[in-house]
């Protein structure tokens, strides 16, 4: 029984430990993801910001009507913004900027970052390729 208890013990303890490492192995690369996003704007780096948007990238912004009382929401694909990237992007590569990785969940993870000019809420997805945002709701600070 002593041998059973041990055996259980030790595995339990293995497998959450296990399971903590996975999710900081996760949590850094979520994080890599998010500074390819956000460096590769600020940098103009075509490359990085390609790498960590998902070919399906819905970026939206809210904003006002002409009324001035409906709320309208902007779109922008990633092909603009890798083109609005190879223009310069955010012009500022020494931009500081917080990354906040608020959950995660096997293949969908959700986050912030917050940089100088924008407050970004991103969706991220695990795939073939490593973590991708598939949307972004952001706003000017």
Do not use: C
Request: aromatic share 10%; hydrophobic share 40%.
């Amino acid at each position: 029984m002593k041998y059973l208890i041990l055996i259980f013990v030790m595995t339990f303890y293995f497998t959450a430990n296990s399971q903590n490492y996975d999710k900081v192995e996760e949590n850094t690369a979520v994080e890599n993801a998010l500074r390819d996003y956000i460096e590769g704007w600020y940098k103009g780096d075509t490359l990085r910001i390609d790498r960590s948007l998902h070919d399906d990238l819905v970026k939206r912004i809210p904003m006002k009507d002409s009324s001035d009382i409906d709320i309208k929401l902007r779109m922008i694909p990633k092909s603009r913004m890798v083109e609005l990237t190879s223009k310069g992007g955010g012009e500022n590569p020494d931009a500081e900027y917080k990354i906040f990785v608020d959950d995660i969940e096997k293949d969908i993870a959700t986050a912030r970052v917050l940089s100088p000019e924008y407050l970004d809420y991103l969706h991220l997805v695990k795939t073939n390729d490593g973590w991708q945002i598939v949307n972004i709701l952001f706003r000017v600070r």
